[in-house]
């Protein structure tokens, strides 16, 4: 029993990495116009500037999530932090529980994902010029 689903887990996990590279794909290739910030060109285009049209911009709800996004940055800073101590009291790497050692590595991977596409943008959110 532990064992299917220890499989289905690992199925769902590859089925979102292949769905994450179709959806990047997707926005590079399909529908690209020139609709973003200094005529950059934008992914499905014609539905994002739909949908930015009925909503525009709203700088204080960026402001917000801007600052919301700090949250996050708590926990993993809660979850180093006791990574960091049972390290130190048991003065070994190896005797630190798993999980969080697997939490660090899924950290680690996540922070070098997101470095990797602030520096190579896919896609931009589309901006209109009044």
Known sequence: MKKEKSQKVLLSGIAMVVLFILWTVAISLIDVQPIGPQNSSVGFATLNGFIHSLTGVHMAIYTVTDWLGLIPLCFILGFALLGLIQLIKRKSLFKVDSSI??????????????????????????????
């Open 101 to 130: 050692l697997v939490l660090g590595a899924f950290y680690i991977v996540v922070m070098a994902a997101y470095l990797f596409f602030e520096f190579y943008v896919v896609n931009y959110r589309p901006v209109y010029s009044r």
